[in-house]
């Protein structure tokens, strides 16, 4: 079956560490992005990747860090940087330009 | 800035009565949007879309309105059930293929 699939779907970190969450596609898309849900909140982008070896910083990408060395992994790594890392974070990834993202399960970040 | 905005945070229907979802756009430059359906603790999944050349797409229950003049599109669920309480976002693109995503609003259809 073709899908996204992020892990864990639970992790907890102490402040100050890094933290990768991973996300893997079968679906053969060729755009992958990695949001930010908060309670009460939309989802806010935080990177985008076109194509392989290529990404771009979203709305909120200050103290995350992405790679696309491969076409269907987008890693995001959630450094000491990041303020309030606590929240629940989305991948998803498209075909093309006019199409509908299709969504990983989560991951839901707890920091303490 | 706030570019996709679904200023209703909740709303409460009847079952078998119909649900009304709406979203105001800023960005004249959106031309497809998209509505997405979320339970809680689990990822988005895609309900309908609409394309900036259309004014409405039907797709079972589900009617999507878009009023470009007016920069606001509307979800219509008719008839609303159970199974359709969540939580609805609206999402739109433009150029550069970057999701704007709205709120959210929490639908709750009681019996």
């Known amino acids: 079956d073709g899908g996204i699939t992020q892990s864990p779907k639970y992790l907890f970190r102490k402040e100050g560490q890094n933290v990768t969450l991973s996300c893997e596609q079968n679906?053969?898309?060729?755009?992958m992005y990695w949001y930010r849900q908060d309670p009460g909140q939309g989802l806010r982008l935080i990177y985008y990747?076109?194509?392989?070896?290529?990404?771009q910083k979203g709305d909120i990408a200050e103290g995350y860090s992405v790679s696309r060395e491969k076409k269907e992994s987008f890693p995001l790594t959630v450094t000491s940087a990041q303020k309030n890392p606590t929240a629940f974070y989305l991948c998803?990834?498209?075909?093309?330009?006019?199409?509908?993202?299709?969504f990983g399960q989560g991951t839901r970040l707890t920091v303490v | 800035d706030q570019q996709v905005k679904q200023n209703s945070p909740s709303l409460s229907v009847q079952e078998g009565r119909i649900s009304i979802l709406n979203c105001d756009y800023t960005?004249?430059?959106?031309?497809?949007f998209l509505w997405y359906k979320k339970y809680p603790a689990e990822g988005p999944t895609f309900l309908i879309s609409?394309?900036?050349?259309?004014d409405k797409n039907e797709d079972g229950r589900f009617t999507v309105f878009l009023n470009k003049s007016a920069k606001h599109l509307s979800l219509h669920i008719v008839p609303s059930q159970p199974g359709d309480s969540a939580v609805y976002f609206c999402?739109?693109?433009?150029?550069?293929?970057?999701?704007?995503f709205g709120q959210g609003t929490r639908l709750t259809i009681n019996p």
């Open positions: 679906l053969n898309h060729d755009a």
């Open positions: 990747s076109q194509i392989v070896n290529d990404f």
């Open positions: 609409i394309s900036s050349i259309k």
């Open positions: 960005n004249s430059m959106f031309d497809y």
């Open positions: 998803a990834s498209s075909m093309g330009r006019i199409t509908e993202a299709f």
């Open positions: 999402a739109a693109i433009a150029g550069a293929q970057k999701l704007v």
